[in-house]
């Protein structure tokens, strides 16, 4: 009975968390990255890619696993919001925070063209401290980071679609 108490507590704990604005003074660099990512046709000639390549962009950062039912509900508006704002400068990123660590993981990649995600998807090498660097404690968990590096929202919990519209929206404008 307590351990189904203490399970109903956590779940209403994470689904009742939200976005967290930050201010451009109490805004945190964004931690840098390199990310492994997963082959989702032949043609694709890039395998890795890292955080700062995109500085001069706005970035939104999307830890996911794919037994995360709020992951998966996620994915579709984020690649709905990458292809709109795309051409100003937004670019979507998701880091799989799953066990599934190899760029051939056949249950991903299926996965992923099923629901036509064209955006960077991948994961952290073993030795990789992603997770820990963004204080992931649920998931999914979703920054949006500005075109000069700092983290301007974050998120844990599955978002309202105008929510996240709304804040890249104001992140872009700014």
Known sequence: MRK???LILLVGYVSSCSFI???ISDANK???FNLMLYRLHDGQSISQINL??????TVGLNFWAIWCMPCRREMPVLQDISDEFKDRG???IGINSGLEKDADNEEIVEFLNYLNIDYPVGYGALESNIEQDYSIV???STFLIDSEGNIRYKWLGEWKKDTLYNAVTT???N
């Open 4 to 6: 189904i108490l203490v």
């Open 52 to 57: 700062n390549d995109y500085r001069g962009s």
């Open 90 to 92: 937004l670019v979507v």
């Open 30 to 32: 964004a931690s840098d």
């Open 138 to 140: 649920g998931l999914p």
């Open 21 to 23: 604005p930050l201010s």
């Open 171 to 173: 992140v872009l404008d």
